[in-house]
């Protein structure tokens, strides 16, 4: 691709982001340019493509619409993402499968599919103390041991309970058993 079909390109990009964050925020064109402290037919013609910004216009409407310039720039990001089956982490633990069900990393979250075969056990890891974990049945039936406690959740039943302590999973049943973890963790500093 040539410099000019670049700088075309860019151009585009900045329009289609500028109308797409100004439109999300609810904004009108006048009043944006009322905020950038920009005429309104500069912000027009930004969002029309057929501009080439200054710098300090694009930094103007980066810093209104707290962006980064790369964000104005760059090329639209989709509104979704689909991920097949298979393409995100899954562990092996023995007779027990451990799959990831958030693609991208959340601050403080954790969220994790669990299969146990017949049989299986799963020791869980305490985590920061604070940390609170929420487990749902899926299919079969799953008891969680912690704290000498033991709960056996159904399809359909939920569980909230500590992270931060010793504590298993165990499918006693004769079929598959499957159950969503959710682990909310204590941010640091932070203990009950």
């Known amino acids: 691709m040539s410099e000019e079909e670049n700088l075309e390109r860019s151009s585009e990009h900045l329009a289609n982001n500028l109308r797409r964050l100004r439109e999300a925020r609810g904004l009108s064109q006048s009043r944006l340019a009322a905020l950038m402290g920009i005429p309104r037919p500069t912000l027009a013609n930004l969002e029309s493509g057929g501009s080439n910004p200054t710098l300090s216009v694009l930094l103007k409407v980066s810093a209104t619409l707290q962006v980064s310039l790369e964000e104005l720039v760059a090329p639209p990001r989709s509104s979704a993402r689909l991920y097949p089956k298979g393409s995100l982490r899954v562990i092996r633990k023995g007779q027990v499968q451990v799959s990831e069900l958030l693609p991208d990393a959340l601050p ?13 056990v ?3 890891v305490p985590h920061t103390p604070g940390t609170r974990e929420y487990l749902l049945c899926e299919r079969g039936e799953i008891t969680l041991r912690a704290s000498g406690n033991a709960w056996t959740l159904k399809e359909g039943d939920a569980l909230v309970f500590r992270g931060d302590q010793r504590h298993a999973y165990q ?3 004769k079929k598959l058993a499957t159950a969503i973890t959710i682990v909310a963790l204590a941010p640091p500093g932070e203990s009950p």
Request: net charge positive; charged share 25%.
């Open 171 to 173: 499918n006693a049943g």
């Open 122 to 124: 799963m020791r869980g």
């Open 108 to 120: 403080g979250l954790q969220m994790e599919r669990l299969e146990l075969k017949p049989g299986a």
